[in-house]
């Protein structure tokens, strides 16, 4: 994979805080064009082809990851959380995390955690990230405060970037979504030159993890007619899953349902088809959390929507797992659909519902 994926995971990211990761794309999307587009709260976009006659294509990622927010500050110096998109306590017990200066100066720390000597006897309950809080070594409220602290920081997972022995899976935090927004960095850089049969509106939306915020501006800045979402959705593989919930090294996933969007039946039949013939390999994927072509599909008189699913274990945690396979899958996909999006391929998909 290209420098870009693991430079994007490296940076810290929470819903609204996506100000280094857009400056990052910013700077990645100029080298491939110079018509860039960016909406009142964040999202950017580079544009390629855009005086075509065809269908305009979105394609989209999102550059925030989920992680926690700063919201008090203890006598004995410990920091309260809140947390910025879906994540369960538990998870995130005894973690490195980092608190976030705006100016990206961290200031470290760990959440506090009872070692089993002193919960014998007591009744295990699940925690909510919220009842979490973060020791940043401070010995009381005004010295949390000379080391930096302040309510409304970002709190995110240090990250442990590293391949497997077997160099084929990469362990990171924030492939959900930063994959996503390296893999648009990818499709404008490979398809610059091409001469496409549609405008090309390739980036990144902000705040997908509290709400598809980003995805309802930026679709109505670009009014597109084709929406494709790329995101990481959680493999069951390493658990008990089945044939629809995911495994590493089985393509991409054509996500037919989520909760909120039911992929539509031209586009499912399209991709099925183009995947088909051109060997790419795909799997089926029921999901019951949503991505930012739920909101998209709304816009207007309606998009035609798709997720381009990549696989990946452990997402909403401090870590995850995708593979190398996956990933070029992904890119084979996105790549076959942009070029087969002319008026006439469009208007046969859209008629059919």
Partial sequence: MKAYYKDLVNLPGAPSFEKHVKQYMKKEIEKSTKEIVEDRLGSIFGVLNKDSKGPKVMLAGHMDEVGGMVTGITKEGLIKMTNLGGM?????????????????????????????????????????????????????????????????????????????????????????????????????????????????????????????????????????????????????????????????????LVRFYDPNAIMHRGMKQHVEQLAKENNIKFQYYKSMGGTDAARAQLHGQGVVVATVGMPARYIHSTTSMIHEADYQAVRDMVIALIKSFDQTTYETIKSNV
């Fill in 88 to 252: 369960k306590g538990d998870v995130f017990l005894s973690q490195h995390m980092i608190i976030y200066t705006d100016d990206l100066e961290e200031i470290p720390g760990i959440t506090a955690s009872k070692p089993p000597h002193l919960t014998k006897g007591q009744k295990e309950e699940t925690l909510k990230f919220d009842e979490l809080l973060l020791d940043v070594g401070a010995d009381d409220k005004e010295h949390a405060e000379k080391l930096g602290v302040k309510i409304g920081q970002q709190i995110i997972p240090r990250n442990n970037y590293v391949v497997t022995k077997d160099k084929k899976k990469h362990i990171s935090k924030a492939w959900d979504n930063r994959f996503g927004c390296a893999m648009s960095l990818e499709i404008l850089e490979r398809l610059k030159n091409e001469d496409l049969p549609c405008s090309l509106y390739a980036g990144a939306t902000v705040q997908e993890e509290v709400g598809l915020r980003g995805a309802a501006t930026a679709v109505g800045l670009v009014d597109p007619d084709i929406f494709l979402a790329v995101d990481c959705s959680p493999c069951q593989d390493s658990f008990d899953g089945d044939e629809i919930s995911g495994k590493l090294n089985e393509g991409f």
